[in-house]
């Protein structure tokens, strides 16, 4: 598994096929959170030698047993990285982490790769794109869809915006940490198609939260509902396993609340700038706030407690 095609990425970037490693592609890894640290572990494969940077350096330094190198600056793991790749939580962090003097970009070789994975605007990516170039980098924004389980089993679904040449050139990286993987258009693309799974997934929570709450106000015994639920076919498969734990009442973030929450915002605002309606996506994000007010770390899937409180369902449970 190597990447070969030197006329797309330059020397930088395909220097592994030689020089440093026994041959081995030199990966920087950025952003060790819910999602980078399973991705990051999926990496740690013969082909390739890792670093990996977070401004916790705890983080960093647990990965060691894996043979994954930490790094105590973003510039530093950019200077020797053949591939960056990054999984950051906004798009103030993704900027903060690229731009400037001390940032991946100015201190990225001309010819690597940066492989984006971030849930952030379309126009963030845009923009990485174009300092990319004037630096003589490769940008894909390579969107991620899956939770931590798919993340730790390497089942993920990715969604690529970019060079489609350097995006098919990536593949041996995305083989080793996604079931499949779409190219989607020109840069922005892989984090608009993001914006668009979120929406339905965020609303497709709330639409069950709310049928299941009106169930059980109905008189419906609530564990029978969620056990029904679950195996009829109008429910994606994606929602089987939270309606599984809400009938143990067990919330623990898979897909953090605040994740989601902060999904609904990029939506909704990108949604303003292209003057595209999204009244169901806009009501969910409300229920979506209640929960979220509250601080506790838990799963989006918490919309399904919220829903039974408000519609007075809890008080009836049987």
């Known amino acids: 598994m190597t990447l070969t095609n030197q006329s797309l990425l330059g020397q930088a970037a395909l220097r592994a ?6 041959g081995q592609i030199k990966l920087g890894f950025i952003g060790i959170g819910y999602m980078g640290s399973r991705i990051v572990k999926r990496l740690a494969l013969p082909e390739f030698h890792v670093a990996a940077f977070d401004r916790n350096p705890h983080k960093t330094e647990q990965l060691a047993a894996l043979g994954i190198s930490a790094v105590h600056t973003a510039s530093a793991l950019a200077r020797d990285a053949d591939v960056i790749l990054s999984c950051l939580p906004d798009d103030d962090a993704v900027r903060a982490i690229y731009d400037g003097p001390g940032g ?4 990225a070789q001309p010819g690597a790769l940066i492989i984006e994975m971030s ?4 126009e963030t990516s845009r923009w990485l794109h174009r300092a990319g170039q004037e630096r003589g980098l490769d940008v894909l924004d390579v969107a991620i869809s899956g939770s931590t389980p798919t993340a ?11 060079d489609r040449e350097v995006f098919e050139v990536a593949l041996p990286i995305f083989r080793a940490i996604a079931a499949q993987w779409f190219y989607m258009g020109p840069s922005g693309s892989g984090t608009a198609m993001k914006l668009v799974v979120n929406a339905l997934l965020g609303v497709g929570m709330q639409a069950i939260a709310e ?6 106000k109905a008189g419906l015994e609530r564990d029978r509902l969620l056990e029904v639920l679950a195996q009829t076919k109008v429910v994606a498969p994606s929602y089987i396993g939270k309606i ?5 009442n067990n919330y623990a973030p898979q897909f953090p609340l605040r994740h989601m929450n902060k999904d609904f915002r990029l939506i909704l605002e990108e949604a303003a700038r292209v003057q595209s309606p999204m009244p169901a996506t806009a009501a ?11 601080g506790a770390e838990e799963d989006f899937s918490a919309v399904m407690r919220t829903m039974e409180l408000l519609d007075g369902a809890s008080q009836g449970r049987r």
Not at 104 to 107: F, G, I, K, L, P
């Open 17 to 22: 096929l030689g020089n440093g490693h026994s």
């Open 119 to 122: 849930t952030v605007l379309p």
């Open 211 to 216: 049928a299941a709450a009106f169930g059980v």
């Open 284 to 294: 969910s994000q409300q229920v979506n706030m209640i929960e979220a007010a509250k």
């Open 152 to 162: 730790e089993q390497g089942k993920l679904t990715l969604l690529g915006g970019g």
């Open 244 to 248: 599984a734990q809400a009938r143990a």
């Open 104 to 107: 991946v970009v100015a201190n």
